[in-house]
């Protein structure tokens, strides 16, 4: 099974609107963290935010929020006022403290933002 | 800042090549992660080093060694290339320690083509 699912291939989102990109993860663990990663076209990897398991409040980071329902397991993006250069691949990611050290990810959202 | 570099941004080798793909991080960052990026099914973990010659099969390990002699620098071999290894190999590194050890810091990535 999937531990990351990202149903999402492609989004758009108009110019300082806001946009939800969904991530739902599988795990057995009541331990584990959950990331978001931005990839524009140049490549790199660029970490966006971070939640924990055990963390009661969503976690936020500027324009970037995390809303994270753990009962289903999801854990969607919001971007708000969405600005040209958030156009690029989204990544969910979820790290499980049993199997330490390794990442799994999910297939990744294009978000495209219009003028 | 933390910093990831690879070897090379692009690569083109032919099949049955000996191929190396090197990784170098200048934080002393106890762990490093070998991923490959394809269109639609995200990153796929390769191998991944706890620390100086250690290490461990991700996901995908078939074709691919790793070799870790200093902490700094973690190689990717790829012992006789093949067209299927044509993807975007992107490495990682991970702090243990510290307020922020959930996260992953990437390099740039090589796009390697086999022809």
């Known amino acids: 099974a999937q531990k990351i699912t990202q149903t999402q291939p492609g989004m758009f989102v108009q110019e300082k609107e806001a946009v939800t990109l969904d991530c739902t993860y599988d795990t057995s663990d009541q331990s584990y963290g959950l990331f978001w990663y931005k990839q524009p076209s140049s490549g790199e990897m660029i970490f966006l935010i971070y939640q924990g398991s055990y963390d009661e409040q969503n976690a936020t980071e500027g324009r970037y929020s995390l809303n994270f329902q753990k009962a289903r397991k999801s854990a969607n993006l919001v971007i708000s006022a969405s600005q040209l250069g958030d156009s690029a691949m989204y990544f969910c990611a979820m790290r499980e403290a049993n199997t330490g050290n390794q990442f799994y990810f999910g297939t990744g959202t294009s978000l495209t933002v219009i003028p | 800042d933390v910093k990831v570099t690879q070897s090379s941004r692009y690569l083109v080798k032919r099949t049955g090549e000996k191929v190396f793909l090197e990784c170098v991080q200048d934080?002393?960052?106890?762990?490093m992660f070998w991923y490959r990026q394809d269109p639609g099914l995200g990153l796929r973990l390769i191998y991944f080093?706890?620390?100086?010659?250690?290490?461990e099969k991700g996901d995908i390990p078939e074709g691919y060694s790793v070799s870790r002699e200093k902490k700094e620098r973690f190689s990717l071999i790829l012992e006789s290339a093949s067209t299927n290894q044509t993807s975007m190999y992107l490495c990682a590194s991970r702090n243990l320690a510290g307020g922020r050890s959930y996260e992953q810091y990437f390099g740039p990535g090589t796009r390697l083509t086999v022809t």
């Open positions: 934080m002393d960052h106890e762990n």
């Open positions: 080093s706890y620390d100086v010659k250690m290490k």
